[in-house]
């Protein structure tokens, strides 16, 4: 079973002519793009471009390589699994079993439409995780705080941008522990998650697991994790007012945000961690 460290698990199974099974999270290519300023595309248009960077053509190359060595590719969405269809893998060598955490036992609140309004967002700040769009949808946003945890290589950009859109009501906690984070989602009222890119958020699930409605993207696996209306709410990941529209309507009705917050918490036992352990487990066994 492979997950990172894809070259060498590869070279080391082609010498000793053992069949391995292949985890695919994301499109490598796409991301070192993305890094080094070599594509403004999304994941999506990406996957339609003539690549004529030779270092991401490597990569493209070096990854179709790997899923076709593999006896078995398994991902954690159907969106994934098209995405790696496309590269050339036989779909039925292709098996999808959800990203899942262990549930909550979550002790419910019914709110009110008084007090602070907390919103958390989770991840690693790329270029394409869509912080910008809740810096500018908060923007002049009474009675609401805005918490940032992560680190990466746009940290300081989106800093500079909170700064010169004068929000003061906007946190950057930078690298934050995991039990912290379980702290922040148990205190907080919704996850924001505006990526460009998710195969399937593990943040999403951590935050439904905690019963809090989120606010996500239509992009990616997104949509098989939140279903608008019944635990979150999505948006065109572009759209800066949609998003702030959507989270003054929680702020605004708390009767909807609490009918979120129990499908929240209802669905997250669709992402059981067993379950999806045991469904691995199957996969080793029998290839």
């Not at 593999?70 to 269809?85: D, F, R, T």
């Not at 690298?175 to 505006?194: G, H, P, T, W």
């Not at 003054?248 to 909807?256: A, C, E, I, K, Q």
């Amino acid at each position: 079973m492979l997950n990172g460290l894809e070259y060498e698990s590869y070279a080391i199974c082609k010498v000793l002519k053992k069949k391995y099974i292949l985890k695919v999270v994301g499109d490598k290519a796409w991301e070192y793009a993305r890094n080094n300023s070599l594509t403004t595309l999304n994941i999506d248009e990406f996957q339609k471009e003539n690549i004529r960077n030779d270092k991401v053509l490597q990569k493209r190359q070096e990854m179709q390589s790997y899923i076709q060595g593999a006896s078995l590719v398994y991902v954690p969405s159907e969106y994934l699994k098209e995405i790696v269809v496309n590269w050339g893998k036989e779909a039925e060598a292709v098996v999808v079993v959800h990203n899942s955490v262990p549930f909550q036992v979550v002790n419910k609140i019914e709110k009110t439409s008084s007090g602070l309004f907390r919103i958390l967002f989770v991840g690693r700040i790329t270029n394409w995780k869509g912080v910008e769009l809740l810096l500018i949808a908060v923007n002049g946003m009474e009675n609401v705080e805005v918490i940032i945890c992560g680190d990466g290589p746009a940290l300081s950009v989106y800093q500079e941008l909170n700064r010169r859109l004068g929000n003061e009501n906007v946190i950057f906690k930078g690298r934050v522990k995991s039990s912290e984070i379980n702290e922040m989602l148990a205190q907080a009222d919704i996850l924001v998650l505006a990526s460009l890119y998710e195969g399937l958020s593990h943040t999403l699930l951590e935050s439904l697991s905690f019963g809090k409605p989120c606010i996500a993207s239509n992009i990616g696996g997104n949509p098989e994790v939140i279903s608008h209306g019944y635990n979150g709410l999505l948006f065109n990941p572009y759209d800066h007012n949609e998003l702030k529209r959507l989270i003054l309507m929680l702020v605004n009705d708390s009767n909807y945000y609490n009918k979120l917050a129990d499908g929240a918490a209802e669905s997250s036992l669709k992402f059981n961690i067993v379950n999806n352990f045991k469904k691995v487990e199957k996969l080793i066994l029998e290839s």
